[in-house]
């Protein structure tokens, strides 16, 4: 079977009326491209189900001459603007009927809030309901359940809510095991690594330009832009002209890659039995969250500091007072101070400290918004400190700063295992 015509298509008013920033398409098209497959072509459509009837006609159309894949999120919601399921039966002349796993989730969820199945609103009840012989997509974060029904040989149109967090999780969880089951994806082979504090255009012309002609003959490559980190992707169906590409990589970057940071650090510290604990300031705990989102991380993770005053560095970590009146809450002797007094608490192999200015106030000539401290006390005592100027907005520089972190500790950790 060829590889499927994919198409991405984003429902709602407020995305084509400009109130709303369709976030979803990007993702899911990324998520294709690391999974082998290329989409083709984004569609945003307001909530007029006439229109989205037509563009799903001109779908079903092409599904007869080759398969076709379409992905449309938004319009499975309780209000009455919400016109995918209406139109999806009309598309293929069905009728639809309620999934008794979301109508008990539904239904428990108004018993806990004090009321009873016969309050539940016709429209609020609609969001169970799915067309006749399709494939569901169970919703484990909300109540609109998603759906996988056929328009054509081996051509499927793809429903799933337009609230990320639901899309997301359906589509990871949910999706994509059956897209790997329908679709071959090009026998293409991929390698992902991570460069760190680089801007995506400096990495294009300095890496990807300047060598095209030597290293990317038949390879298909991305990038994804992170907070801290660019995500490098390559694909081909060359495996050694991969490898070239990744060693060419390494040499001219080595001390700015990594691979996954959130998956090495959280396999080697459970692997190794070693135990770390955390001390946040300008980050707000942020860090602490990232290291406990992986299932199994009580494991290693042994606790943190929430030490935002000047006060609670000295009371909770002992930094000394005149480290903070010479040096300021922000600098590396602070920094230095907040590891040992972790360290001094709980004792963990690897202990991390970040002190820092997220602004959009607090910044000076001489550390201005954006400027950040992290120390890492390292297994064999050693405190290692590193200052960082982070661009953005508050919520960029906190999560610049938490992120980069975690590749400081698989820095520290890739280099044990050399």
Avoid at 219 to 242: D, H, M, P
Avoid at 246 to 265: A, C, G, M, N, T
Avoid at 314 to 330: H, I, M, R
Avoid at 366 to 384: A, E, R
Wanted: a negative charge; aromatic letters at 8%; charged letters at 25%.
């Amino acid at each position: 079977m060829e590889a499927p015509y994919i198409v991405i298509i984003a429902t709602g008013s407020e995305i084509t009326a400009g109130r709303s920033l369709d976030t979803n398409s990007g993702w899911m098209a990324n998520q294709l491209f690391e999974l082998g497959w290329k989409v083709k072509k984004f569609i945003g459509l307001p909530d007029d189900p006439d229109l989205i009837l037509s563009e799903l006609n001109t779908l079903k159309q092409l599904a007869e001459t080759r398969p076709v894949l379409a992905l449309m999120t938004g319009g499975l919601g309780p209000t009455e603007d919400d016109y995918t399921l209406e139109t999806v039966l009309k598309l293929n002349g069905k009728k639809s009927y309620s999934v008794e796993k979301a109508k008990i989730r539904l239904q428990r969820i108004y018993e806990s809030r004090g009321k009873q199945y016969s309050d539940i609103l016709p429209t609020v009840l609609r969001q169970t309901h799915v067309p006749e012989d399709c494939k569901t997509l169970d919703n484990a974060v909300g109540i609109a359940v998603g759906f996988v029904e056929p328009i054509g040989v081996n051509s499927y149109l793809v429903c799933m809510p337009g609230v990320p967090s639901e899309m997301k999780e359906m589509f990871t969880r949910r999706l994509v095991p059956e897209l790997k089951r329908i679709y071959p994806r090009e026998n293409l082979v991929q390698k992902t690594k991570w460069l760190w504090n680089i801007g995506e255009s400096l990495y294009q012309k300095d890496f990807v330009e300047a060598n095209r002609e030597e290293l990317f003959h038949n390879v298909e490559w991305g990038v994804t832009a992170n907070r801290g980190y660019i995500k490098c992707i390559f694909q081909s169906t060359e495996s050694q002209q991969l490898d070239k590409i990744i060693q060419r990589l390494e040499k001219e970057y080595p001390k700015i890659i990594s691979d996954d940071v959130f998956v090495y650090d959280h396999e080697i510290l459970l692997a190794e039995k070693l135990t770390i604990a955390v001390g946040e300031s300008c980050t707000g705990g942020l860090l602490g969250k990232k290291l406990t989102d992986s299932p199994g991380s009580s494991s290693y993770f042994v606790g943190g500091f929430l030490t935002y005053s000047n006060e609670m560095k000295v009371s909770l970590l002992g930094v000394p007072n005149d480290v903070l009146e010479k040096f300021g809450a922000v600098s590396r002797e602070t920094a230095e101070a907040m590891a040992k007094g972790i360290f001094e608490k709980t004792k963990a192999d690897y202990c991390i400290s970040i002190t820092g200015i997220a602004g959009p106030e607090g910044g000076s000539e001489f550390k201005p918004v954006g400027t950040v401290w992290i120390g890492l006390k390292t297994p064999d005592g050693n405190i290692q400190t590193h200052s960082y100027i982070f661009p953005g907005n508050r919520e960029g520089i906190r999560e610049n700063a938490s992120n980069t972190a975690l590749f400081l500790l698989y820095q520290s950790l890739k280099q044990r295992n050399l």
